[in-house]
């Protein structure tokens, strides 16, 4: 009893004070086959303990009442022992699965000692994306930038829109073909930033060497890069429906609604002012919806809804739901992150919590998406990634506001 009371000591203080470092072994596919073992040996073993105890202390024939109630016992014990066993068994397993799915071939140079390759910043490429039946291919509707502090995880989300038009294309094949910015494929192809991933993925000769399924995020990331003036080194994308079966195997989200907002293409819905827990189907919508407002208001909302999930996602409630959570992400979500670096992130994610996220969007009236001043857009990044040295303000000084040194970097007010 005292080893029991140990072990259960044990478990909750890893789940409470170490849940980040437990994270970190849960994407480890090696890490996580061992513990399986180790729990599986154990189980047996403290099994095997308890039954050999009931036969050496179980009362004589005579005392049926007796022995029932000891029988009991052991019953209750070696489940005691199996059922959390089990369960930690299996969150291995899934655990195991789905890093093997979701990361297959995903490989790259990760050094252990600095993940990131010394540098201050790495940048993801967030995709959503709606690949709906009645409408072919892949439409990468909302394209953020999650540019990440690797030392402190401050994080800028840096918002282009999908209408963005004659995006300058990066060197190579996909420029020869649009000299002068994309263009689209045909006379019925408007020619915005959105088509590029489709585009890719129907002409592998502007992606040469690249095989199907990854030609469109490795356009879309150089291209989105090149707009910006960053390197954008990951893409992580994201099906729309999916988003909404992740978002409900974690409980919902918690949001403010500032404003009501209609959702559906008949107006199908409402989602009423205030703060209240969204579904994942409501929660796509107050992302998604356009009606009554337009890209750029939905952009701001998007911003919202990634900074309140990354929130709200601590490490004992992904645990909890890890089984529905593993489940939905296959079927959602498609990355190039190696496989190697996701300890690495996952302690990058941590800190990402514990940070204000900044939000840029690059809308009108900030910026023309039809005639859009790059070089502009690229001074604005510098400016809101670079970071500013304040100094204390004058006693005389100090009551009247100032311009924030970073610009239009601003956290969503839209957020509430």
Known sequence: MSVQIVLIAAILTVLTAFSTQLLSLAVQPGWMTGLALILAAVAIAWTAVIIWSYMLVRPAASGMPGRAL??????????????????????????????????????????????????QRVNFLLIGADSAPNRPGVRTDSMTVASVDTATGATTLLGLPRNLEEVPMPAGPARARFPYGFTGDGLDSPGLLNEVFQYAENHPEVVPGVPDGQRGPALLKETVGGVLGIPVRYYAMVDMKGFAEMIDAVGGV???????????????????????????????????????????????????????????????????????????????????????????????????????????????????????????????????????????????????????????????????
């Open 70 to 119: 000891a029988a009991g016992l052991a019953v209750s014990l070696c489940a005691l022992v199996l059922a959390p066993t089990a369960y930690a068994a299996r969150m291995a397993y899934v655990s195991r699965d789905l890093v093997h799915h979701l990361f297959a071939g995903n490989m790259g140079p990760v050094v252990a000692d600095d993940p990131w390759s010394g540098t």
């Open 254 to 416: 918690r949001i403010t609604v500032e404003e009501p907002i209609v959702y559906g293409k008949y107006r199908e819905g409402l989602l009423p002012a205030g703060t209240r827990r969204l579904s994942g189907e409501e929660a796509l919508w107050y992302g998604r919806s356009r009606t009554d407002s337009d890209d750029y208001v939905r952009m701001g909302r998007q911003k919202c809804l990634i900074n309140a999930v990354a929130r709200q996602a601590d490490p004992v409630t992904l645990l909890n739901s890890f089984d529905g959570l593993a489940t939905a992400t296959k079927r959602a979500i498609s990355t190039d992150v190696p496989q190697d670096l996701l300890p690495a992130l996952v302690e990058l994610a941590q800190k990402v919590r514990d940070n204000p996220i900044k939000s840029l969007n690059f809308v009108p009236p900030l910026i023309n998406t039809a005639y859009p001043d790059w070089r502009f857009i690229r001074h604005k990044v510098n400016e809101a990634l670079t970071p500013v040295a304040h100094t204390p303000a004058p006693a005389a000084q100090a009551a009247r506001p100032t311009a924030s040194p970073e610009g239009p970097v601003t956290l969503d007010k839209t957020c509430g």
